[in-house]
């Protein structure tokens, strides 16, 4: 019989004793990666800052911490009061910008071997909170509040992203900032050239190497190339681009500009046409002054399409006081259908004409353009030109 057995061998039988499931205890998760409990605190993973997780006091002297269920720490039971339960290991994914595990200054908590975990009075950690700056969530509000008193934009949506880059490459700090600033420099660059080339008023956006060099044999590429190294602009001097319509002048005219535009100069475009309407409407306000100081104030001042209609004499004196103002202390790129013979008809005086045309060439590059225009180039190839066809039968 299983009693007489029990006796033989000298064993005792034991009560069963159920025990309730112990009571959870909800707490949020304060900034420094602790929950206080029963008047101590104890750490959790630093992923859990700002939830609310439940802690469990089990009657072996331990206390586990769950978050959804899912048990995320656990520790010795604190035997006092105002004691810090801290586990390193919930440190562990924390890394300063180098890459290497952050080392939290922890005064004889993390300077010596500790075991998994230790157990401080709560005034050295309280201490330790002081000298590090609160919080980490404290550092974070602080670095957005000097990102944008700094005017930085792009840091504040990358900096998470390079920092868990840079601790996974093991990336020095220096590194790690040179990163971010670059990143910071060029989307500034980039706002930069976006806005200048607004209050340029380009007519569109074309560049040199859209420019169909081998259609027009002669504009010389290696030519126009030297003249975006932007000397020209460097030593106040002018451009002009003769030549038919539709041969790519203020194609090269604005490929140039915004050439100008990424070397950060100033620059302005405006047609001949809205020029002289424009200055009118100035002389007519008696805003001249400050119309023509805005005209002469950029590096490079573009003026479209001279000689597509002949200017009466106000606007051609407007027009000489440009030149005259901007001779050797800023550029002008200037394109213009007519030969320089045939500008005294422009401006309806060819003693004014030639005075313009005096201090607009003396320091200048001409780039004459003889060529099929492109506009009908592209005509041809959508079928708008087509053989004679009547013609052909009858020759």
């Known amino acids: 019989m299983p009693q007489q057995r029990l006796l033989q061998e000298g064993l005792k039988s034991f009560n069963l004793v159920l025990f309730d499931e112990a009571e959870r205890h909800p707490r949020k998760v304060a900034a420094d990666a602790l929950i206080s409990y029963a008047a101590n605190r104890y750490s959790v993973p630093w992923r859990y800052v700002g939830q609310v997780v439940e802690v469990q006091d089990e009657r072996n002297g331990r206390i586990r911490i769950f978050a959804q269920n899912k048990l995320i720490a656990e520790h010795n039971k604190a035997a006092g009061h105002r004691e810090v339960i801290f586990d390193r290991k919930h440190t562990e994914g924390i890394r300063a ?35 590090a700056g609160d919080s ?33 490459q093991n990336r020095t700090y220096l590194e790690f900032l040179d990163g971010l600033l670059q990143e910071e420099l060029s989307a500034k660059h ?14 569109y956006h074309k560049t040199l190497d859209q420019f169909e060099f ?55 475009f405006t047609t001949a046409h809205d020029l002289v309407q424009t200055l009118q409407q100035a002389h007519l306000s008696n805003t001249i002054t400050q119309k023509m100081k805005a005209l002469i104030k950029p590096n490079l001042l573009i003026i479209d399409e001279i000689g597509y209609r002949k200017m009466d004499e106000t606007a051609a004196h407007f027009f000489f006081q440009i030149i005259a103002e901007r001779y050797e202390t800023g550029s002008i790129i200037l394109t213009s259908n007519k030969s320089y013979g045939a500008w005294g008809e422009i401006f309806g005086d060819s003693v004014l004409a030639t005075a313009i045309l005096d201090r607009l060439l003396h320091h200048s590059t001409t780039i004459n353009i003889k060529g099929e225009s492109y506009r009908i180039k592209e005509k041809k190839k959508a079928g708008f030109f087509r053989p004679d066809t009547e013609n052909e039968k009858t020759n």
């Open 190 to 203: 980039d706002r930069f050239i976006r806005m200048k080339t607004r209050m340029a008023h380009l007519p």
């Open 214 to 268: 081998g259609f027009q044999p002669s504009v010389e590429e290696r030519r126009i190339r030297d003249l975006a190294t932007l000397r020209f602009v460097e030593h106040q001097e002018n451009l002009i681009f003769l030549g038919p319509p539709g041969v790519g002048k203020t194609h090269l005219a604005v490929a140039l500009a915004l050439e100008a535009i990424k070397r950060r100069y100033t620059v302005y």
């Open 97 to 131: 910008a180098g890459g290497k595990p952050m080392q939290l200054p922890l005064p004889h908590l993390v300077q010596q071997a500790l075991p998994d975990v230790a157990q401080r009075d709560l005034s050295v950690y309280e201490q330790f909170l002081d000298e």
């Open 136 to 168: 980490m969530m404290v550092v974070t509000e602080r670095l957005q509040e000097a990102f944008e008193h700094l005017g930085w934009s792009r840091i504040p949506d990358i900096l998470h992203q390079h920092a868990e880059e840079a601790a996974a």
